[in-house]
């Protein structure tokens, strides 16, 4: 008989993925819907620029999720907990909430909703590398250690709490906000970038180098 454990690493990624893709897809439905719908709202008060750029963050935040699942279960492997089953549908959920925010006098707690996802996020990959850690699947780093590679996630969520202040403050039609929803997608493609460095580190040089 196939040990329960082992089974679970080996299915477990095409699970995630194949539920992760469905509620992706989902979200950018909505998002068609709602938030490109809806730009209108943004250009009766003169600030069709910020609503596209607000539109643009929720496309490149459900990339960056996809990306981040999609680079851990293809590049690892290890015993899943019931937390990483649950994990897709609280970001999901998240992520639906935030395409309801794609609306002018939202903008405030689009950001705030942005940095909750991003909080979220880091916390499901500190987790789920503790998890390999703790069976072996990686070497065990110190707890300082792991948590540095977290600060730019954390410095991350603090901006863009700051950009829903800002935001906020200023209104939708200023052009502070359309600042704050442009760094917001600089820092996401950035992000991208990462996850494409972390890529070919791992997968594609390797391939190269046989």
């Known amino acids: 008989m196939t040990d329960p454990r082992e089974r ?3 299915q477990f990624p095409s699970v995630l993925l194949g539920v992760l893709g469905i509620v992706q897809a989902l979200v950018l439905e909505l998002l068609w819907e709602r938030g490109i719908g809806g730009i209108d709202r943004w250009r009766e008060i003169g600030a069709g620029l910020a609503g596209w750029l607000q539109i643009l963050s929720v496309f490149l935040g459900v990339v960056v999720v996809w990306l981040m699942y999609a680079t851990i279960v293809l590049r690892y492997s290890w ?3 019931f937390a990483d089953l649950v994990f897709p549908f609280v970001l999901g959920a998240l992520q639906f909430l935030l395409v309801e925010q794609t609306a002018p006098e939202r ?3 689009f950001f705030v909703l942005l940095a909750t996802i991003f909080v979220v996020s880091a916390s499901m990959n500190f987790f789920i590398y ?3 850690s703790r069976g072996g699947d990686l070497p065990a ?3 300082r250690e792991q948590l540095r590679g977290y600060v730019p996630a954390a410095v991350a969520s603090l901006a863009l709490l700051l ?3 800002l935001s906020g403050r200023a209104g939708a039609a200023s052009p502070v906000t359309a600042a704050c929803l442009l760094a917001a997608n600089l820092g996401l493609a950035l992000q991208i970038g990462v996850f494409r ?3 070919k580190t791992d997968v594609t040089a390797p391939e190269r180098r046989r």
């Open 130 to 132: 503790q998890a390999m």
């Open 79 to 81: 015993v899943p907990r």
């Open 107 to 109: 903008v405030a707690h």
């Open 8 to 10: 679970a690493r080996e």
């Open 197 to 199: 460095f972390y890529w």
């Open 141 to 143: 780093r110190p707890r």
């Open 163 to 165: 950009c829903g202040a």
